[in-house]
């Protein structure tokens, strides 16, 4: 049942808020008079919340079922800081706990993962934290023709590294190099160009890697990719509807490539973000740094439709949504769904939530 | 001067030879220098060092050279401002890049460039935000100025600069609606570290600074009184009608400030482990010196665990670190300072954008799969930089089908490397022994080449 994770991170904070929208909420409009949606511009999923319209590329998996949206998550005592929020939720730590490990290579703590491949797990971004942690291995690149020619270069004898930490991080960081080159090179250079094919940018580049490996059969489970550009604190409409779109087109040109490649019911996609951001827009027509805010999982064995219920906006926190769902109890459904990995990230008693089918 | 001809390294770093020229006391100790302590101190205080730099500096005694390194003469930069006249603002960006990397070659006060650079990496800021070049350009005329200059000063110039009004968006905030970006920013990264405050100081910190904005859309700075929250407000436990002047200086009362100054400055010049012993004892030089930097660097480059021969390439070299200190040491003419520029760029440290708010994490973050990669690829293309491509073209792009080796051998080495032997070379390009023994009867090039792409090469 082994499925792949791919991993999307919003990075800044995204605004749950005016991504999927409570727009038959009258509080709704009242907190955000310059910057909330127009009724007639949600894409209504039910009587009370709907997407903006810049997600309509995901309206497609919407109806197939294919997409589930998570409401409200988010954990108690929220940081604000986006370096501890983002740490709390790559390690899955509470708030008041720093862990080193990412969140995803704990789930495979003490798992023995089969190991002829050269490598567990690819971050296709600069932050690979939830996929960090002594269990598994884990490659950073950018894009593979850059890292097929590179890796020709380096040489692969193991060395003593003298008691020197940085030296050992360094020699470490050559060995993994080594390993993981030999192993993907024959399979990506295999790989079928993707059918669809994506928008030039950073996240159309990072998608179609993504693509590559999993359609070409690379052994991972998990790759993360990511999304910058939210922490929108200023003039944030025109800034966050382009985000959204380049989102959903991305996610929407991915599920395409997958099905063409038969692979569909083997991954998962979930997005997160290091919180959400203040209900109430501030004078410069952004929002600050906030609280809970929605997940997007999608996959040809995601349950989709609305999960959780969506925050009160009249029962605000510091002025921020209460999250109605905790971020590890997603993970840990994830872990199930997508590696049969039976983890509860530190809760006592975790929410069921119906996210994957078996 | 321990003589040249001595078989580098001979037991490993522990066995340098240290007990006859190491003092018993090595923080009092004012003479005696060897090329590989000169070494050292140069690899941290500037960008790098060619082999004539390290001897001359091995020729004094020690305090006398940390003094020279702390020696400011002038403010100004060696390399002339950009023209940004009638220019498009991705051009005054290109300009403004490639002035600061001409400056980081050319200067000749490094220890400032450093610490120019390393305020840019605590005051952070990034064109993406604020967009104006010339802004910027302001901004780091500041940091320059007060390089070596006072941390108190500094702070306050710099909430009032107007590139930091627009990256945290202080310029915006007004009385009826604080913004709090700036003021959590100042708490938490500036001055006093996470767990040192409460939410409600941010807010009340947010509200003394309302008012404090730009004129126009690129500045200069304005105090704009009726933006301003005259209010009451409650900041780390005292209680007044607070501006923002008030909340700085009650943060430079604070003691959490020093310690965290210091201990970024021990991370960017001594070591990636903390000595929380150290750092306190520093910081207390820093807040009793009235906030002057030069009392707390000197004492951080006499410090016993600084000069201690097991410190040496213990840090490991930045994307700039390692590209000036290449291009210096090759002594390669670099005409357009703009390829050098998206090289730092592909290595994660593109002055002028910071990744984020928090500033380039640096230390084992530098080296990933993928910029490990990315370096070696970088500094073939250097060493091919002296044979068969030189500078002036497109630099991103490999040279292929060429060997290292083969490149090594034809490489023609300037006047900073040519006529010097074999172990002196690699003394001066390597702080320890190298991984890959390197044959010293090679030719130089060979020699150099091999130096610069050992494993070892990427510390300092």
Redesign the interface.
Known sequence: MARILLLVELKGGNDGLNTVIPYADPLYRELRPDIGLARERVLQLDERVGLHARLEPLITAWQARDLAIVQGVGYPDPS?????SIEIWDTASSSGKTLSEGWVARAFEHAALPKGAGVDSIAID?N?RPLMGPDLRT????DAE??L???Q???SEP?DN?G????R???A??R??NA?AADLRDELQAAPNPVHAYAGDPFGQQLDLATRLIAGGVPVVAVKIALAGFDT??DQVSIHEALLAALAGGLAAFRYNMIAAGRWDDVLVLTYSEFGRRARQ???R?T??GAAAPQFVLGGRVKGGLHGSYPSLADLQ?GDLRHTVDFRDVYSTIARGCWDRSVAFGQRTGQKLDLVAS | MVALGRRYFMG??AALGTTALWPARPGFATTGMDFDEARHLLSRATFGATPAEIRAVAATDYEAAVDRLLATGHDDTLTASPNWFNKASDEQARQLCAWWVEEMLVTDQPLVERMTLFWHNHFTSSLDKVRYAPMLHRQNALFRREALGNFARLLKAVARDPAMLIYL?GA???A??P???FA?ELL?LFTLG?GHYS?ADVRNAARAFTGWSIDGEAGPFVNRVEQHDGGQKTFLGQTGYFDGDDVLDIVLRHPRTAELVCGKLWREFVS??PDPAEIRRIAAILRAGGYEMKPVLKAMFLSPAFRDPANR????KSPIDLLVGSVHLLGLSVPDKTPLAAMMQGL?QLPFYL????GWPG??SW????T???R??YL?RMIEATTVASMDGAMMR?VEGRS?RNAGKEASLGSTLSGIDANELMRALLP??P??PLDLNGAPGEVVASAMLD??Y??K
């Open positions: 604000r800081s986006h370096f501890r600069t690979a490659v950073v690149m950018q850059t890292f020619r590179q890796t270069a380096l040489r060395v003298g020197n930490p940085a030296l991080h360094l020699l960081v050559q993994e190099v993981a604190h200023a501030n004078a410069s952004g600050d740094h510091d | 490993g770093a968006d915006q905030s007004v009826q609606r913004n709090e970006n959590r938490e996470e939410e990636l482990t390439g213990a840090l490991i994660g990744p984020d708010v928090k230390g084992e080296i990933t799969t993928y490990l990669l990315l070696q690829q073939r490999p290292l320890r022994q991984i890959d494993p070892v990427q510390l």
